[in-house]
């Protein structure tokens, strides 16, 4: 079982906009990070710290924190963004990784 | 460029041991932690532990402590981890990942399968 819950899936056609949620009761206090990964390859980190991205990450990955959910945001998605993604934080003591059990998107 | 190089592929045998090893390179390797993550075939990401490269202390999940070992030489900028009493569910693709302040994994491994020989 996963303390953080991710929908199993979602849709979008080309160009419009795909949110994939993650709620625990890690948030707001502990910081949500996530990572893309398509098949057969590592991880690869596109949103840290809730909303920062990382030097080279495209601009239409964002990150938002409310309460007791996060959400990768995806605008304008293309069809190279059709992959596993994965949110990630710590448990309440910040001693454990926590991952959710991931959503895989679809671009139609 | 920063990187970490995994070894190859491991056939496992139920009962026995398999020690993956996981190569820096292009960074302060002492600066950091590595964190150990596996993924069963068509599973998610699953944490197993860290060690922190400088002082070599780890903190493992729960669900491995007993069975997971994590060393690091900083010699040879490597850091490894060990599992013992291997069963078949441990069947999986096991990552290295630099660890960086507010628990961010910013590089990985290429990963290194761990596989059934049945």
């Known amino acids: 079982s996963h303390e953080l819950t991710q929908p199993p899936s979602v849709s979008v056609s080309p160009g419009q906009t795909a949110r994939i949620t993650c709620s625990g009761a890690?948030?707001?206090?502990?910081?949500a990070h996530w990572y893309q990964q398509k098949p057969g390859q590592a991880p690869v980190l596109v949103i840290y710290?809730?909303?920062a991205r990382p030097s080279g990450i495209p601009g239409r990955f964002s990150g938002s924190s409310s309460g007791a959910s996060v959400t990768l945001t995806i605008s304008g998605v293309q069809a190279e963004d059709e992959a596993d993604y994965y949110c990630?934080?710590?448990?309440?003591?910040?001693?454990?990784?926590?991952f959710g059990g991931g959503t895989k998107l679809t671009v139609l | 460029q920063e990187q970490l190089v995994q070894s190859g592929t491991e056939v496992m045998q139920p009962g026995a041991s398999v020690k993956v090893s996981c190569k820096a390179s292009?960074?302060?390797?002492?600066?950091?932690?590595i964190h150990w993550v596996r993924q069963a075939p068509g599973q998610g990401l699953e944490w197993m532990g860290w060690?922190?490269?400088?002082?070599?202390?780890?903190n493992y999940a729960q669900k491995f402590q007993g069975r997971v070992t994590m060393t690091r030489d900083t010699s040879i900028r490597t850091a490894y981890m060990e599992v013992t009493r291997l069963r078949s569910d441990d069947t999986a693709v096991y990552y290295c990942?630099?660890?960086?302040?507010?628990?961010?994994?910013?590089?990985w491994g290429q990963g290194t399968m761990v596989t059934d020989s049945s």
């Open positions: 890690a948030f707001p206090n502990q910081y």
């Open positions: 292009g960074f302060a390797f002492s600066g950091y932690e």
């Open positions: 060690i922190n490269l400088h002082s070599g202390g780890t």
């Open positions: 990630q934080s710590a448990d309440s003591s910040g001693t454990s990784v926590l």
């Open positions: 710290k809730d909303t």
């Open positions: 990942a630099r660890g960086i302040p507010s628990g961010v994994f910013d590089v």
